[in-house]
């Protein structure tokens, strides 16, 4: 196989999410991450590419590598639930600031600890990510240095987006700085410290939003067009926010605006999602890898028809999940110095409740990665994530079915993607 067949392999088992993190570690020359004519990012090799280059990506790229938190971050404070992973405090909270609370997704806490770093000057810069210019349903990845770029950053990308892809040029500014992207970021972060020891020396933070998967982008126009508003004609797309969760806001080139509820968005069961196969397959939606994970707190996992429509109705609150030291001395520390209200302390079988997804998907990603290999595909490599443990508690049934399942969906060609390709 030639370098440039080995990462399109990637790609074409449907591993790939578009992160960026290839295009930074092997460089322009090499990989170009690029909008392909089915609406996805993917690495597109280039002449430069070669097979160390390779190496290092699958040791590296969160398609193929998914570990939990490395155990140096593990201390005598850490409680390990099986379902929720590494724990040191799960708090609920909002951002203390009206403004920031009310833009952000959900209750802001992401966007209120990137402003605590900023100001009180514990990191240099952000690296996270904001709605894409060039592409208006998508997320971009951003370097924010104060909070203006913050507040412009609130809010949550549900279209591909390249967060990593700027990686490279934050460590060569050689300063410090905290990243804020999907678990499966964190994951590519943590994997490529592993070999570049700038990371561990510039990142002393890394945050992540809890992820049940993006939704890929023929079916996000799909969902636009049901609700009024014409995809080949977007100026640009606010998916939440302004509210808890607020509306979904189409702005189109001509000016008009549609906006639509969060629930005729993605359907009252989540019916309307439709998950990219390595979103289906994720073994951590959940963030295990990072400082501190922030969620949404609705009971059974969705908001209610009063929440979604009556957008002043809930101001929002997160769950904040502390996983590691640096993860709770800086949830504490930001709401000691009033960027955070934190209001009670939720356990995990709380978090059981308000993410019942997040549940099903953890105790079904071992078997659904077994399912894959017995179909001869692909899966990723994992670890500390208790995977076999997590399946072994629903009992060999329920591994035969998903295993099952997953492996007839393969052979059906339904992971397989085309070769990437520009367009
Ligand atoms: C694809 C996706 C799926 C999600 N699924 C779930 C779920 O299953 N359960 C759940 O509880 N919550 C889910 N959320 C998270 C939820 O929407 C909120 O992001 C989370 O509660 C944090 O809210 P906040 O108010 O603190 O965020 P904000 O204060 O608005 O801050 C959001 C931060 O995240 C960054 N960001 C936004 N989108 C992206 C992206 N695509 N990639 C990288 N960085 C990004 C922004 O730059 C900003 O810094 C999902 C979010 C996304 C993007
Ligand atoms: S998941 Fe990220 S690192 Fe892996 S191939 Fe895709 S863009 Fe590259
Ligand atoms: S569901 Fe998993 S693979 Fe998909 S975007 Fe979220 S963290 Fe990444």
Redesign the pocket.
């Known amino acids: 196989m030639t370098p440039a067949q080995r990462l399109n392999r990637i790609s074409e088992e449907g591993l790939c999410i578009g992160c960026g993190l290839c295009e930074a570690i092997a460089g322009k020359d090499a990989i170009q991450i690029a909008r392909t004519p089915e609406g996805a990012l993917r690495p597109i090799p280039q002449a430069g590419l070669d097979h160390a280059a390779v190496d290092q990506i699958y040791l590296t790229c969160p398609g193929t590598r998914m570990e939990g938190l490395p155990d140096r971050l593990l201390d005598t404070e850490t409680k390990t639930d099986l379902v929720w992973g590494p724990i040191h405090r799960i708090a609920v909270g909002?951002?203390s600031e009206e403004k920031?609370?009310f833009?952000?997704?959900?209750?802001?806490?992401?966007?209120?600890?990137?402003l605590y770093l900023l100001q009180e000057k514990q990191v240099d810069f952000?690296l996270?990510?904001?709605a894409s210019e060039k592409h208006p349903s998508f997320?971009e990845?951003?370097i924010?240095r104060t909070r203006a770029d913050?507040m412009a950053?609130?809010?949550?990308?549900?279209?591909?987006?390249a967060?990593l892809i700027g990686l490279e040029e934050a460590l060569q500014t050689g300063e410090r700085f905290a990243v804020?992207?999907?678990p499966c970021?964190i994951t590519g972060l943590r994997n490529a410290a592993t070999l570049d020891p700038r990371i561990d020396a510039q990142v002393p933070y890394m945050?992540?939003?809890?992820?049940?998967?993006?939704?890929e982008t023929p079916a996000f126009e799909k969902r636009l067009v049901a609700n009024g508003a014409d995809p080949t004609q977007l100026k640009s797309v606010r998916?939440?926010?302004y509210g808890?969760?607020g509306p979904t806001r189409v702005e189109h080139t001509d000016g008009s605006v549609v906006e639509f509820t969060y629930l005729d968005m993605w359907g009252e069961d989540d019916s309307a999602w439709s998950l990219p196969f390595r979103?289906k397959i994720c073994p951590d939606?959940i963030g295990e890898a990072c400082d501190v994970a922030?969620?949404?707190?609705?009971p059974g996992?969705a908001p209610t028809d009063e929440e979604a429509t009556n957008h002043s109705h809930d101001p929002?609150d997160?769950?904040l999940l502390m996983r590691s030291d640096a993860g709770r001395t800086l949830v504490e520390g930001a709401a000691r110095t009033g960027y955070l209200t934190l209001t009670e302390d939720v356990g995990p079988r709380q978090m059981d409740d308000?993410?019942p997804?997040?549940v099903k998907k953890k105790h079904a990603a071992w078997s659904r990665h077994m399912g894959i290999l017995a179909a001869g595909g692909m899966a990723p490599t994992t670890a500390r994530l208790r995977l076999p443990e997590l399946a072994a508690a629903r009992g060999p049934a329920d591994i035969k079915a998903q295993a099952s399942g997953t492996r007839n969906r393969v052979l059906a060609g339904k992971s397989r993607e085309t070769t990437p390709r520009e367009g």
């Open positions: 909002h951002a920031v609370r833009q952000g997704a959900t209750g802001g806490v992401l966007s209120a600890l990137a952000i996270h990510a904001r997320g990845a951003t924010s913050v950053a609130a809010g949550s990308r549900y279209g591909p987006t967060t804020i992207g999907t970021d945050l992540a939003m809890v992820c049940g998967g993006f939704m998916y939440r926010g808890c969760p979103c939606g922030a969620s949404d707190i609705w996992g929002g997160n769950a308000f993410q997804h997040q």
